[in-house]
């Protein structure tokens, strides 16, 4: 141990004894004798740190105080600021597209006559053919001026009369809770009378109403060709055929076709390689409808409300925000949109 610490024999056994040459050592004597050994003492004591730290402390909580509703004020006043910018900014864009999308209404408007429908969408390099809407049936609050069923019924029917004049084939229409289904007659008289107040009785297409799990309903059964005076064949009448969906044609659909193949499978009816997506896909393409090519949604943001999701999956939707309601201009602009979209596929 001394020649580790560099104390010599003599020195530690004097330390120890608390003699030395036969001499008591006093204890101021003692630590003489080994402070060279010891080491340096610190500049500042540990209570002197502790009393430091504990004084910043202080002097910063009495800062804090101080600037604290300086700080708080000027966080108010910027958020506020900041705040009103971003609310300006939203009422203008609103008031601005709400103007705009006025006049282009007053200057665009259908008249409720084919020839101006298709003049709009004429110069279109592409069409859907299989075109889907949502529309919504509100009960207590007025919608567009209509109020419930009668203003869904009204929606519908000059959807329908827009989608005929433009050529498109094909309309599906959704409605969350189903209230069309039950009406099937009444809502095909509907959109009957309203297709002969575009078209007038001669030129109106034909239709057919239909909604799954429900026959079809399509009377009256009108020929698609007739003959003139001189047996000549007239030109074949345009055929429109519109699906009713509610949210019971999407995942509940799904839920029972998987039970009904688990059923099969089970029974041995049909093997478990033969179940696959085409089969999936075609089942229920026949049991509720195929892929629309285009879903326009008239509300001001995109809430699916419970469409099947199976028949989104290569859909284009198409919404304007700030609008409210089936209006003629959204319908427009979407077949616009449309004609511009490239469907890669994946590629």
Same mark, same amino acid.
């Given at each position: 141990?001394?020649?580790?610490t560099g104390?010599?024999?003599a020195q530690?056994t004097?330390f120890r004894?608390?003699?030395?040459?036969g001499?008591q050592?006093t204890?101021q004597?003692?630590?003489?004798?080994?402070?060279?050994f010891?080491p340096?003492?610190?500049?500042?004591s540990?209570?002197?740190?502790?009393k430091k730290a504990?004084?910043?402390r202080?002097?910063?909580s009495?800062?804090?105080?101080?600037?604290?509703p300086?700080?708080a004020?000027?966080h108010?006043f910027?958020?506020h600021?900041i705040?009103l910018?971003f609310s300006v900014?939203f009422r203008?864009?609103r008031?601005?597209?709400?103007?705009?999308g006025?006049?282009?209404?007053?200057l665009?408007?259908?008249h409720?006559?084919?020839?101006?429908i298709a003049?709009d969408?004429?110069?279109?390099q592409?069409?859907?053919?299989h075109?889907s809407v949502?529309? *919504?049936? @509100?009960?207590? =609050?007025?919608?567009?001026?209509?109020a419930? &069923?009668?203003? !869904?019924?009204?929606?519908?029917?000059?959807?329908?009369?827009?989608?005929?004049?433009?050529?498109?084939?094909?309309?599906?229409?959704?409605e969350r809770?189903?209230?069309l289904k039950?009406?099937?007659?009444q809502?095909?008289a509907s959109?009957w009378?309203?297709?002969?107040?575009?078209?007038?009785p001669?030129r109106?297409?034909?239709?057919?109403?239909?909604a799954p799990h429900?026959?079809?309903y399509s009377?009256?059964?009108t020929?698609?060709?007739?003959?003139?005076?001189?047996?000549?064949?007239k030109?074949?009448?345009q055929h429109l055929t519109?699906?009713?969906?509610?949210?019971?044609?999407?995942?509940d659909?799904i839920v029972?076709?998987?039970?009904?193949?688990a059923?099969m499978a089970?029974?041995?009816?049909?093997?478990?390689?033969?179940?696959n997506?085409?089969?999936? *896909?075609? @089942?229920l393409? =026949?049991?509720?409808?195929?892929?629309?090519? &285009?879903?326009i !949604?008239f509300?001001?943001?995109?809430?699916l409300k419970?469409?099947p999701p199976?028949?989104?999956?290569l859909?284009?939707i198409?919404?304007?925000?700030?609008?409210?309601g089936v209006n003629?201009?959204?319908f427009?602009?979407?077949?616009y949109?449309?004609?511009?979209?490239?469907m890669r596929?994946?590629?």
């Amino acid at each position: 141990m001394a020649s580790a610490t560099g104390i010599t024999s003599a020195q530690e056994t004097a330390f120890r004894r608390g003699t030395f040459q036969g001499k008591q050592l006093t204890p101021q004597q003692r630590e003489e004798l080994m402070k060279p050994f010891l080491p340096s003492e610190p500049t500042s004591s540990p209570d002197r740190e502790i009393k430091k730290a504990a004084a910043s402390r202080r002097r910063k909580s009495v800062h804090k105080k101080r600037t604290g509703p300086i700080h708080a004020s000027i966080h108010f006043f910027v958020y506020h600021v900041i705040a009103l910018l971003f609310s300006v900014f939203f009422r203008f864009r609103r008031a601005y597209r709400l103007v705009r999308g006025k006049i282009v209404e007053l200057l665009k408007y259908h008249h409720r006559t084919p020839e101006f429908i298709a003049h709009d969408v004429k110069k279109l390099q592409k069409l859907p053919k299989h075109l889907s809407v949502i529309v *919504d049936y @509100q009960e207590d =609050d007025e919608h567009q001026g209509n109020a419930g &069923l009668e203003g !869904l019924v009204n929606d519908v029917c000059e959807i329908a009369a827009w989608a005929a004049s433009a050529g498109i084939p094909f309309l599906s229409v959704y409605e969350r809770t189903g209230a069309l289904k039950n009406y099937l007659p009444q809502t095909h008289a509907s959109i009957w009378n309203t297709l002969e107040a575009y078209f007038g009785p001669r030129r109106k297409p034909t239709l057919s109403l239909r909604a799954p799990h429900l026959s079809s309903y399509s009377p009256p059964n009108t020929p698609p060709q007739t003959a003139d005076s001189n047996g000549n064949l007239k030109e074949e009448r345009q055929h429109l055929t519109v699906l009713l969906l509610s949210e019971h044609d999407g995942r509940d659909t799904i839920v029972d076709l998987t039970r009904t193949l688990a059923e099969m499978a089970q029974k041995g009816d049909v093997r478990q390689e033969q179940i696959n997506m085409d089969l999936i *896909d075609a @089942q229920l393409s =026949d049991h509720v409808s195929s892929e629309p090519d &285009l879903l326009i !949604l008239f509300s001001p943001t995109v809430q699916l409300k419970g469409y099947p999701p199976w028949q989104l999956r290569l859909t284009e939707i198409f919404h304007l925000p700030d609008n409210k309601g089936v209006n003629y201009q959204v319908f427009v602009r979407a077949l616009y949109n449309f004609a511009k979209v490239e469907m890669r596929l994946g590629r």
